[in-house]
């Protein structure tokens, strides 16, 4: 256990204690989702091994179909610090039930239990595991994409680094939603014309006193892709960012990043809304946005599958 500043450690368990209230997927959402595609049954756990112990893992399987079907790592929200893999569930779902993927839906540690880079290194060590024992589970580890919102979209991209250096395995392709990707950036330099935005101050602050509480290594590429200076051998990108939010910028400016390394990149900006729009209202706005999710990975598989 990591030990923490008291009222560092506090907030982070009030947020945590917080989040099943702020945290809720509207029920008209769910129900939208539900109609545009088939059912999923509930998911399975599983528990995968990594360098910092057994990460829980829900699967969710599609309707069986004539071939192996691909896999996607997905790995969810929540400043680092709440631990909530079920607020993805529609997420999943959805893109179990629209692409024929596997969805692995990954229980990172977070603080106050563990420090950076402790949840970067679970999720390489997940999808690393991913794309090794798929024969054994009933996915394709060779069609292996990875994936997140938030918080997760940075662990997303982590994976990429990760991937591109170790040689293991190369993602098919990326989704980051409206993720952070540069952790120097100081919580009053993040502006929204938001009066109340979602990621205000006081929750940056949380999260750099709680899990990213070395500012030595704030600079780190891992840390913060952002000052990755070698972003050429990543895959296929879909990035997607809200007018409103206060993370905009640095996703924008990764994004474009991203581009004149030479990766195809789909940059998605959502006008109206804020941070955390996949799970929430406006209905219109998430649908779409998950639809893009589909979309990009459905493009991702099939291309591999065609060579």
């Excluded at 779902?93 to 563990?114: E, L």
């Excluded at 330099?189 to 938001?194: D, L, N, V, Y």
């Amino acid at each position: 256990m990591t030990t923490f500043p008291f009222a560092a450690r506090l907030g982070a368990r009030l947020l945590q204690a917080s989040f099943s209230v702020i945290g809720s997927v509207p029920k008209e959402l769910r129900d939208r989702l539900r109609d545009l595609g088939p059912g999923i049954a509930d998911p399975a756990e599983i528990r995968v091994p990594t360098r910092h112990g057994d990460v829980r893992c829900l699967v969710y399987r599609p309707a069986p179909g004539p071939e192996t079907p691909p896999v996607y790592v997905e790995f969810h929200g929540g400043a680092f610090i709440v631990r909530a893999p079920e607020q993805d569930d529609h997420l999943c779902r959805y893109v179990a039930a629209r692409t024929g993927a596997v969805v692995v839906n990954v229980d990172y540690d977070t603080a106050p239990r563990v420090r950076y880079p402790v949840a970067e290194e679970q999720a390489y060590d997940v999808a690393a595991w991913v794309a090794r024992h798929g024969a054994e589970h009933g996915w394709d580890g060779g069609r292996l994409a990875v994936g997140g919102m938030s918080a997760g979209a940075k662990l997303a991209v982590n994976v990429c680094q990760q991937a591109r250096d170790s040689g293991a395995f190369r993602p098919l392709a990326l989704v980051s939603g409206y993720g952070a990707t540069d952790v120097t950036v100081a919580p009053g330099e993040r502006t929204s014309p938001e009066k109340h935005p979602a990621v205000a101050p006081w929750l940056l602050n949380l999260m750099y006193r709680t899990y990213f509480a070395d500012a030595g290594r704030r600079s780190e590429p891992l840390a913060s892709p952002a000052l990755d200076d070698d972003l050429a051998g990543f895959p296929p990108a879909l990035v997607m960012t809200a007018e409103l939010d206060t993370m905009a910028a640095e996703s924008d400016r990764f994004a474009a990043r991203l581009a004149r390394a030479g990766v195809p990149v789909t940059h998605e900006r959502f006008a109206g809304v804020d941070h955390g729009f996949t799970h929430g209202k406006p209905v219109g706005v998430a649908v779409a946005a998950l639809d893009a999710v589909a979309a990009h990975l459905t493009k991702a598989f099939a291309i591999v599958r065609e060579t």
